[in-house]
């Protein structure tokens, strides 16, 4: 079956590290995969986008690594503060459908 | 003004009742899509629609209807709510390119007693 996962539990980290989250998915062939930002009681915001020939991409504080071999892309948020403290959905578009699936997320907490 | 826009923020219902939930968006965008957020779950996909003239059943859409009223209103309908439609309901817009970056609205939080 067809399946995305993001790790359940929170990570709690201390300001001013690298945050790194996981993303794995099965049985889907996506031309690219999105990291949304969701605060509570909100609506998402996209991030980042990086396409499945492309390794890595940066945004300021951000990157985001694709590996299409192992099925895995990482979202890494260095020096950490805060305000990054939020939940973390990936979101990935197959090769053969033009609809988004997202993850269940990965809660972040980023102690001061 | 934000660029996607949902009616009624919250909104507090009875058992059988039917009720309506409302998205306008000002981006321009072809595609919108509803989405419900179940506490601790990623998003469902309800129902989505590519333009006017496009309806589709998302992964969840039994109990559930809505309306393309123009390229810029999608609206989510309960026929009958029931208790187990308790739910955080965001709409979302997006253009039609390959990226398929989406643009959430504020949600609108639902509680069926």
């Known amino acids: 079956s067809q399946k995305i996962e993001q790790n359940s539990e929170a990570l709690n980290i201390q300001e001013g590290k690298t945050a790194t989250l996981t993303c794995n998915y099965t049985?889907?062939?996506?031309?690219?995969l999105q990291w949304y930002r969701q605060d509570p009681g909100r609506g998402p915001v996209f991030l980042l986008l990086?396409?499945?020939?492309?390794k890595e991409k940066r945004k300021e504080r951000l990157k985001v690594t694709f590996d299409t071999t192992l099925k895995q892309s990482l979202f890494h948020i260095t020096a950490s503060q805060p305000a990054d403290s939020a939940t973390y959905l990936c979101?990935?578009?197959?090769?053969?459908?033009?609809?988004?699936?997202f993850g269940s997320g990965t809660r972040l907490l980023v102690r001061p | 003004d934000a660029d996607v826009t949902q009616t009624p923020r919250n909104r507090i219902t009875k058992t059988g009742k039917r009720i309506m939930l409302e998205c306008s968006q000002t981006k321009g965008h072809d595609r919108m899509y509803w989405y419900r957020q179940d506490p601790g779950l990623g998003l469902q996909l309800i129902y989505y629609?590519?333009?006017?003239?496009?309806?589709n059943k998302g992964e969840i859409s039994d109990g559930y209807s809505v309306s393309r009223q123009a390229q810029a209103k999608f609206s989510l309908s309960l026929e009958s709510a029931i208790p187990n439609q308790t739910a955080l309901y965001f709409c979302?817009?997006?253009?039609?390119?390959?990226?398929?970056?989406?643009?959430f609205g504020p949600g609108t939080r639902l509680l069926v007693l």
């Open positions: 979302a817009t997006s253009d039609s390119d390959r990226d398929e970056t989406q643009y």
């Open positions: 990086i396409r499945e020939n492309e």
């Open positions: 979101a990935l578009v197959s090769d053969s459908s033009y609809k988004l699936i």
């Open positions: 629609s590519f333009d006017v003239k496009d309806i």
């Open positions: 049985n889907y062939s996506p031309a690219y």
